[in-house]
């Protein structure tokens, strides 16, 4: 049983690799789901409860920029046991930009949206209690490119700044 945390930019494509790759085998959360409700962040973990305490694989599907959000994902991963796998969404501003330019309907959003995300944004790393940690990159024709994220890299002593 997975619980695999997408992270990345509005239009950096986690949806498209959902569909594309985790649909077939994972149960879909995300907070698009939820445009009416008040507490969606209370939804959201009750929604990956219910799943994981039937013993489906979820998936959530959100900006989840700030470590803050991933943690409380992590830990009710973790009271389930599953596994716990990330993939952080590797994008450049402007190609999400113009990808949500090229959206229609309330999947489009404001670009003030994406520059908001983007200050939020921390890469994700092991230490936070991924299992295993890819990046994925929009390649060619609908296809990813996804790799393997390196070890958190360990800082000896003090930085210099
Ligand atoms: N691999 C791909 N190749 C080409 N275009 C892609 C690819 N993946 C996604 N796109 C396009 O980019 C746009 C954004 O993708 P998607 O909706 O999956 O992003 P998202 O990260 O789920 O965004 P949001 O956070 O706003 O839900 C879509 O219009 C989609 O068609
Ligand atoms: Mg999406």
């Known amino acids: 049983m997975e619980l695999v945390i997408l992270m990345g930019l509005q239009a950096s494509g986690k949806s498209t690799f959902f569909r594309e790759y985790l649909a077939a085998t994972h149960v879909w959360v995300s907070k698009d789901l939820m445009r009416n409700n008040r507490n969606k962040s209370r939804r959201q973990i009750q929604l990956i ?45 402007s190609d999400c930009l113009a990808r949500n330019q090229k959206r229609s309907g309330k999947s489009q959003v404001p670009d003030i949206a994406i520059y908001a995300t983007l200050k939020k944004m921390v890469l994700p790393s092991y230490g936070e209690g991924f299992e295993r940690l890819f990046s994925a990159r929009i390649a060619d024709n609908f296809t990813f490119e996804v790799k393997t994220l390196p070890p958190d890299k360990v800082i000896h002593g003090q930085s210099d700044i």
């Open 49 to 93: 409860e219910n799943a994981l305490q039937a013993g489906h694989s979820v998936a959530v599907d959100n900006t989840n920029p700030a470590v803050l959000d991933r943690m409380a994902l992590i830990d009710i991963g973790r009271t389930y046991n599953a596994k716990i796998i990330g993939y952080y969404f590797e994008s450049i501003v």
